[in-house]
């Protein structure tokens, strides 16, 4: 069973940063696809980035230019470094990965930007 542990969450103040980090019980790199979801208040929830294991890293709209995701083979974590955050980033995110037809998930974790 694929565990996934995400950490890094917390407050920050508009503009401010955060990084959240996904540490995968497997090597990152037998998975096709890392991915970072996140899920606002009063929407469904909706992808942030993608990172496959060939090809290129994909981002939402909203994130395109703010956020980078990552992945460290050596330590199998796949994070999330996240700038110029608005109360609008506010919600859950959650790492995924993808084995097979099979999805595995993290608990998610809280971001909160407020003034």
């Known amino acids: 069973q694929v565990q996934l542990v995400e950490s890094g969450g917390g407050f920050v103040r508009p503009g401010g940063s955060l990084r959240l980090s996904c540490t995968v019980s497997q090597n990152v790199f037998s998975f096709e696809t890392l991915e970072w979801h996140r899920q606002t208040p009063g929407k469904q929830r909706e992808l942030v980035a993608s990172?496959?294991?060939?090809?290129?890293?994909r981002y939402a709209e909203f994130a395109e230019g703010r956020f980078l995701i990552s992945r460290d083979i050596t330590l199998n974590t796949v994070d999330l470094q996240m700038n110029s955050l608005q109360p609008g980033d506010s919600g859950v995110y959650y790492c995924?990965?993808?084995?097979?037809?099979?999805?595995?998930w993290g608990q998610g974790i809280q971001v909160t930007v407020s003034s």
């Open positions: 995924s990965v993808r084995l097979g037809t099979s999805d595995y």
């Open positions: 990172y496959p294991r060939w090809g290129s890293r």
